[in-house]
Structures are given as C-alpha cells and as structure tokens.
C-alpha cells in the first residue's frame, strides 16, 4: 500500500524569531530561521520591533525554506501556523501571512498551538531519535512557560503542575541581566557554568503549595540580595566569580526541576519522561535526564538542539498530526496571545 504524501508549510511568528518549515509527512525537509538581532541592546524583547522585523524576515524565509526543501507552492497540501501563546503583533503576522496564502492557493489552514508544538516536536522523524509512546511525562520548560505535562496522545495533554510566578527561562534570563549579561542570558549562563564550581554558592529551593508546581520569582530576589551583599565587599565580585555563579545558579534550577520531575514519575507510574521547549536546550538538564536513564531505569527523550528553541519544524508536526484528523480552521482562525496547552 502507498502511503499518502503530505507537503506542509509551517509558520512560527510567537516571540522574537521568524521561522519557516516544510514537512513532508513527519520528516522535515527545510526548517529556516531568521533571529532578531535588534533586541539585545533593550535586554529584551521589544514587541513592536519583533512585529517589525517579522514583516521584513517572513517571505524571504519562506521563500527559501521552499527552496531548501525542494517543493513547489502548488506541491503543498496546507500551511500551519502558530495561534498562540505568544505576542499579539508578532503572531498577526505569522497568521495573517499563512491565512492569505492558504487561500491563493486554495489549500486548508492549521491553526497550531506553540506549547503543544513544543512537545510533539518528540514525533519529528528523524534518524536515530527515538519517539515516545503514550502515555510519558514532559516538562515543558521556555522563555514562557514551565510545566509538567502528562500526554495521553497527540491533542491530550493533562497539566499536572506549572509555574506560579515567572517561567523557567525568565529565571535564567534575569539572573544574566543582574550579572550584567545581554539577553538572551540562558545559553550564556550555561557557557559559563561549565568552567565553574557548582556547590561554591547555595540558594535556598522555594517551596509551593502543590509540590509539583514551581516558583522563581523568589530565586531571583535571593540572587539579587547575595550579588548586593557580595558587591559591597568586593566590586569586582562578579567579574572574578562569574563562572561559581554560573554554575551555582544553574545547578539551583536544575535541582528544582528534576526534583519535581522524580515526584511526577513517582506518583504517576510513569518512567517515560520528555523535556521540550528552549530551556530544554541546556546542557545540565540534559545530562542529569540522561543520568536518570541509569539511576532510575527512566526512559528519556532528549530533543536535537534545532527543536529545542523556538522553530516551525515543531508547528509542522503538530500540522501533520491535525492534517491526518482532518482538523483544519477557517480564514476567521484567531491569533491570540494566551493560549491553555489544551485549547
Ligand atoms: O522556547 P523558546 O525558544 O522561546 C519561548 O517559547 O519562550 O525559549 C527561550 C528561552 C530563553 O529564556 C532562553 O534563555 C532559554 O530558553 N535558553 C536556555 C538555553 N538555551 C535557551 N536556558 C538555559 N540554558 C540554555 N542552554
Ligand atoms: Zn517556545
């Protein structure tokens, strides 16, 4: 029996980075990103240049994306885009981008979530990568958000626990602006820490009513206290301790979240266990999952580092999966900028 071919184009426009995909079936055949530079001066991102540079970078990216993958616009079957979560002037763009093109050329339209895209970014077929069965755990871990998921299938996601306050990869990001490090700081923080000690400073862990539910703010004020207390002794405590820091902080985090990760696991049963989403990128977090392979017989799924940050290969995958359930949105689909991992 042949299978079905499907050619899909994918659009991710949610933050600060222009991305275009296509996908043939699951395999991904281009996958094109264009970064913003423009933000790093502002220690952050600024949502009306992000919308800007959007407008500029989405048909060259496109453009070549089909290129790369050797695929003709007439060739495609739908075009899927990010719906959300996400800024609101960058996600117009995307949206509105992927609507009129749908209807030139006459093709359905697929409306993806980005923190669902993050997690069946596991499905993406590629060689040597192992793909999870149902149900296993995901901590889903970004600039944005932080959550521990259990997947039940491609569209049944249950939260078991999340954030109260700031997101994983604010943690990181502020702690690199208190050190006096550009944004975005998480891949810096991550630099340094491997030439430093982890155990030379301690923070305490912040504990949260529903234990699988996490909390950073107070991380942060508690970094910004010792780094105050430290500068009065020595102001060059930063310069010459940058990687201790480094080092300490992260290994705070990634104590916190595998923790909460061993608890999940526990109390569900559940030994198959995910990370997804930019922070999953970090070389600690992947090396202490890696461990738990050996020390707790966990099966672990690691994704390759292009679908870690933010990427439309990922809104591909989920446009795949929503193509095969004929689940398709109309031109009046909304781009919204909050967006429940189940919606
Ligand atoms: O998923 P993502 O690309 O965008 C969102 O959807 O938010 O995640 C971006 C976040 C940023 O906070 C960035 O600092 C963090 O991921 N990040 C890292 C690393 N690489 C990216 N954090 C720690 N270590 C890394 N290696
Ligand atoms: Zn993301």
């Known amino acids: 029996m042949h299978k079905k071919i499907i050619n899909i184009l994918a ?16 395999k991904v055949l281009s996958n094109k990103i264009a970064n913003q530079s423009v933000h790093a001066a502002y220690g952050g991102v600024v949502p009306e240049l992000a ?7 989405i048909v060259p990216v496109v453009q070549q994306a089909l290129k790369d993958a ?3 616009k007439k060739d495609l079957h739908a075009i899927a885009f990010t719906k959300g979560p996400g800024l609101l002037g960058s996600l117009l763009v995307g949206s509105s981008f992927a ?52 997947i039940n299938h491609y569209n049944d996601f249950e939260t078991l626990g999340e954030t109260i306050d700031d997101a994983v990869g604010e943690a990181f990001d502020k702690t690199a602006k208190l050190l006096g490090l550009p944004y975005p700081g998480g891949p810096l923080i991550d630099k340094y820490a491997k ?44 310069l010459e301790n940058i990687n201790d820091i480094c080092a300490s902080v992260q290994h705070t985090i990634v104590n916190i979240l595998m ?19 930019g922070v999953s990128a970090n070389s600690e977090i992947r090396k202490t999952l890696k461990a738990f392979e050996t020390s707790l017989k966990w099966t672990t799924y690691i994704p ?14 989920v446009g795949y999966y929503k193509y095969l359930s004929n689940d398709f949105d109309e031109e009046s689909a909304l781009a919204t900028s909050r967006l429940k991992i189940n919606e």
């Open 11 to 26: 659009i991710e426009s949610s933050c600060d980075d222009t991305g275009a995909a296509v996908l043939q079936n699951n």
């Open 51 to 57: 919308s800007r540079a959007h407008q500029q970078n």
């Open 70 to 72: 050797g695929i003709d």
């Open 99 to 150: 609507k009129s093109m749908a209807l030139a050329l006459k093709i359905p339209l697929i409306a993806v979530n980005h923190m669902q895209a993050h997690v069946l970014a596991h499905f993406i077929n590629e060689e040597n990568q192992k793909r999870p069965g149902f149900p296993f755990l995901c901590l889903t871990i970004s600039g944005g958000h932080t959550q521990i998921l259990k």
């Open 195 to 238: 030439h430093g000690n982890k155990n030379a400073f301690e923070f305490t862990e912040p504990k949260t009513s529903n234990p699988l539910d996490f909390s950073f703010s107070g991380l942060k004020t508690a970094i910004l206290y010792f780094l105050r207390k430290e500068k009065k002794k020595n102001e060059n405590f930063i």
């Open 259 to 277: 923790n909460k990760l061993k608890l999940a696991s526990e109390k569900t049963g559940i030994t198959d266990v995910a990370i997804a989403g």
């Open 304 to 317: 390759k580092f292009e679908y870690t940050t933010d990427n439309a290969a990922m809104i591909g995958i």
